[in-house]
């Protein structure tokens, strides 16, 4: 079966710096990874999507890579703020069948430090 | 637009209780999904329709467990009876169909159910 991972300890960074979070996945490479954002108490919020002949996307302070050889996406957050201190998802298509159906990593947690 | 819509935001039930869940999607989204987040388990997809209809109901937990979609502006999870392992977040989301096969999901603000 599908399966993402994410680095499930909390990542501590200074104000300023970049933020870099890691999403493994396993088996085939999906057509697309997508990053959520996710803030206490509430529920996760899109962020970006990059597709598999992509090799890196850019929103504003928001990065993302996808590497297909490694497996792995990664997310940055460049000149990180404390407001950026969230959990953050990683999800792929479950590649079952149903295209819609996302399967979401545990999500790893960021602590953006003044 | 508001966006998916849940209630009640937060349900505090005793075992063996009946508890239903709301849901209502964004105006013209024909998906809608629902989900069970907890700390052990992290974001379940439990089940998922299209125009109403379900899909694919293969991540709910047991029978007591059921889901509806009765119109295209409401959804409901129902858990008879419920138990303290059900204690979690469950959210509601929703996505549009098109013409490209990268949907993106909105998520609602999610009901916190605790069963004593």
């Known amino acids: 079966s599908q399966k993402i991972e994410q680095n499930s300890e909390a990542l501590n960074i200074q104000e300023g710096k970049t933020a870099t979070l890691t999403c493994n996945y396993t088996?085939?490479?999906?057509?697309?990874l997508q990053w959520y954002r996710q803030d206490p108490g509430r529920g996760p919020v899109f962020l970006l999507l990059i597709r598999e002949n992509e090799k890196e996307k850019r929103k504003e302070r928001l990065k993302v890579t996808f590497d297909t050889t490694l497996k792995q996406s990664l997310f940055h957050i460049t000149a990180s703020q404390p407001a950026d201190s969230a959990t953050y998802l990683c999800?792929?298509?479950?590649?079952?069948?149903?295209?819609?159906?996302?399967?979401f990593g545990a999500g790893t947690r960021l602590a953006v430090h003044p | 637009d508001a966006g998916v819509i849940q209630s009640p935001r937060h349900e505090v039930t005793e075992m063996g209780q009946e508890v239903t869940l709301r849901c209502k999607p964004i105006s013209g989204h024909d998906y809608l999904f629902w989900y069970r987040q907890t700390m052990m388990r992290g974001l379940e997809l439990l089940i998922y329709?299209?125009?109403?209809?379900?899909?694919?109901d293969s991540g709910m937990p047991e029978d007591r467990f059921s889901a509806k979609m009765p119109n295209a502006s409401f959804s409901t999870l129902k858990i008879q009876p419920s138990e303290p392992r059900d204690s979690a977040v469950y959210f509601c989301?929703?996505?549009?169909?098109?013409?490209?096969?990268?949907?993106?999901?909105?998520f609602g603000p999610g009901t916190r159910l605790l069963v004593l």
């Open positions: 989301a929703s996505s549009e169909s098109g013409r490209s096969i990268i949907e993106t999901q909105y």
């Open positions: 329709f299209n125009n109403n209809v379900p899909i694919d």
């Open positions: 088996n085939y490479s999906p057509a697309y």
């Open positions: 999800a792929r298509p479950s590649g079952s069948g149903g295209y819609n159906k996302l399967i």
